[in-house]
């Protein structure tokens, strides 16, 4: 099993950047793929960006260029690097990692971007 903690969500006005952290409570390496999801009111929970164990990553065409994933496994967190926000990246962002064959979610961290 995986226990994951998101932190870092805060109100941030718009332009401004965050950064997420998501703290694993098992090495990291050993999780074959590590993502960041958010879901917004009303709408469906979608992918944002996601990192393999061996570094590759991969975003949704919505935050390319501003968001950077990245992981540090000594550390065992995964990071979501958000530059130049806007109000539609406001949403409540979970972790989640694929390991094992199952996959495991985060509470979530919210959010909010002024215009």
């Known amino acids: 099993q995986v226990q994951l903690v998101e932190s870092g969500g805060r109100l941030v006005q718009a332009g401004g950047s965050l950064r997420l952290s998501c703290a694993a409570s098992?090495?990291?390496?050993?999780?074959?793929?590590i993502a960041w999801a958010r879901q917004a009111p009303g709408k469906q929970r979608e992918l944002v960006a996601d990192?393999?164990?061996?570094?590759?990553?991969n975003y949704a065409e919505s935050v390319k260029g501003r968001f950077t994933i990245s992981r540090d496994n000594a550390k065992n967190t995964v990071y979501l690097q958000m530059n130049s926000l806007k109000p539609e990246d406001t949403a409540v962002y979970y972790c989640?990692?694929?390991?094992?064959?199952?996959?495991?979610w985060g509470q979530g961290t919210q959010v909010t971007v002024s215009s």
């Open positions: 098992r090495n990291i390496f050993s999780i074959n793929v």
């Open positions: 990192i393999t164990s061996g570094g590759t990553t």
């Open positions: 989640n990692a694929f390991f094992g064959g199952d996959v495991y």
